[in-house]
C-alpha cells in the first residue's frame, strides 16, 4: 500500500514540476495549464490520502470505489475535450475574420495605388 502511495504522490509532483517547467519556458499558457496543475493536485491528494476515494465514493453511494476514480477521469477527459473544441472553434473564426479583413485591406491599398497611378 505505501508503494501505491509514494507512486502516486511521485507522479503528481512530478506532473506538477512539469507543467511549472512548462509554463516558465512559455510551452505552455496560464489557462492551459491551470487545468493540469489541477489534476496534479488531485493525483497528490490521492496518492497521499487513497482512503478519501473510499468516504467520497462512500458518501455519493458507488459501491467500488475504483470506479468513481475512472468515471471523474472519463468526465475530466470530456470536459477538457469539449474546451477544447470550444477553444479551436473561437480560433477558427478569429482567423477567418482576420484573413477577411486583409483581403479588405489588400483590396483598398490596391485601388488606392492605381488611383494614384492615374
Known amino acids: ?3 501505491y502511495q509514494l507512486l502516486s504522490a511521485g507522479l503528481g509532483l512530478a506532473l506538477a514540476t512539469l507543467i ?7 510551452h505552455i499558457q496560464i489557462r492551459y495549464a491551470l487545468w493540469w496543475l489541477v489534476v496534479a493536485l488531485l493525483v497528490l491528494v490521492f496518492g497521499f490520502y487513497p482512503p478519501l476515494i473510499d468516504k467520497i465514493a462512500k458518501l455519493i453511494g458507488v459501491g467500488y470505489p475504483p470506479t468513481l476514480l475512472m468515471l471523474g477521469g472519463i ?3 470530456i470536459i477538457k475535450m469539449l474546451y477544447m473544441d470550444i477553444e479551436h472553434s473561437r480560433q477558427e473564426r478569429e482567423i477567418r475574420r482576420l484573413a477577411q479583413q486583409l483581403a479588405i ?3 483598398d491599398s490596391s485601388i488606392r495605388s492605381s488611383d494614384d497611378q492615374e
Not at 20 to 26: G, I
Open 75 to 77: 468526465a475530466a477527459m
Open 105 to 107: 485591406w489588400e483590396y
Open 1 to 3: 500500500m505505501i508503494g
Open 20 to 26: 511549472l517547467f512548462l509554463v516558465r519556458r512559455d
